[in-house]
């Protein structure tokens, strides 16, 4: 009995599953034919197993996996779509004499959560003169959601954040659960603090906290390289993003964990909110210090006008910790 209840499970699970997918992905009349024809298989499933008939059981799960599976595959992401416009570029680098040259670096002046005057640049910059690396966690209802980001300042006093994003395009709003069906594409922006910090504090209301991560300056170069290979690939091998487990946090993770033996799975990965904690047990934040009061420290509040110095305005939105 634990067997077929175990079997009958496996079937309606992929079924439901199935249903996701369906809905996500397919629009009418398409999703409602696909919506009934996976209740009738159900159905038959059902039918077959009250009468015992189990052979036919998994006869109907097996071409069921087939076809769902078979038009699963098909569907594929690409670069090539009407995006939302600060979306519409990911970032890439080349290296040139003086270091790197990359590209796609967004500072738009945003005046609502949903409207900005784009505009984007491309700066030369030499990883060995990484002087620092923050961690930028935001929050919104929930503090143990978040989204990350990492800004890497260099000694000009330039500063570069990276975001893993959902690639949205025109009329697309972000769903939980349609991360979890190819629904989205990933990207990754690069975006001047100006832009990226603001848009979070100022324009959506949300919590913002900047956390000083200490690296050595292998470190630092190791994993900036990381994000510049990520968007190298992606510009040249487009990928989905998925809800729980190519994120704006497990991304990051995977890359530490190519330079870090200390990079264990843990349940915060799945909490982002916390990752402080995680991060200080792993001796590359606020060593020695109580971390309530370095939560407080880091919350940034409002940053006001966007300004025209980029460099004022990331001296600006570290002043907290610059006096501790």
Known sequence: MLGRGLQLTLGFGMLLWAA?????????????AGIVTLCAVALIILVLASRGRWNGVWRWMG???????????????????DWLVD??????????????????????DWTSETDATPAWYDATVNPDKIASVDMLLSTWGNPDIAHTMVS???????????????????????STFGGLFRLYE?????????????LRTDM??????????????????????????????????????????????????????????????????????????????????????????????ARLGQLGPAGTDGMAFSKAMRRAWATP
């Open 204 to 297: 959506r209301g949300e919590s913002v906290s900047l956390y000083p991560i200490d690296l050595t300056p292998e470190q630092r170069k190791s994993l900036f390289m990381s994000y510049i290979d990520f968007g190298n690939k992606l510009a040249a091998q487009p990928s989905w993003y998925n809800t729980l487990t190519t994120n704006c946090t497990t991304v990051p993770y995977f890359m530490v964990g190519e330079f870090s033996d200390n990079i264990t799975l843990d349940r915060r990965m799945m909490l982002p909110g916390r990752l402080p904690e995680y991060l200080n047990e792993l001796g590359v934040l606020a060593k020695g210090q109580d971390m309530a009061q370095v939560r407080t420290r």
């Open 152 to 174: 890497f300042g260099f000694d000009s006093g330039e500063h570069i954040v990276f975001s893993i994003e959902t690639r949205k395009e025109k009329g697309e709003v972000y």
């Open 20 to 32: 996701g997918a369906v809905h996500f992905q397919l629009k009418s009349p398409f999703q409602i």
């Open 186 to 198: 990933l990207t990754l922006i690069a975006a001047d603090e100006r832009d990226i910090a603001r």
């Open 63 to 81: 071409l069921s996996a087939i076809v769902i599976f078979g038009w699963w595959f098909t569907i594929t992401p690409s670069n090539d779509r």
């Open 87 to 108: 979306v519409s570029r990911g970032v890439t680098a080349e290296p040139v004499p003086d270091g790197l040259l990359v590209r796609n670096i967004r500072n738009f």
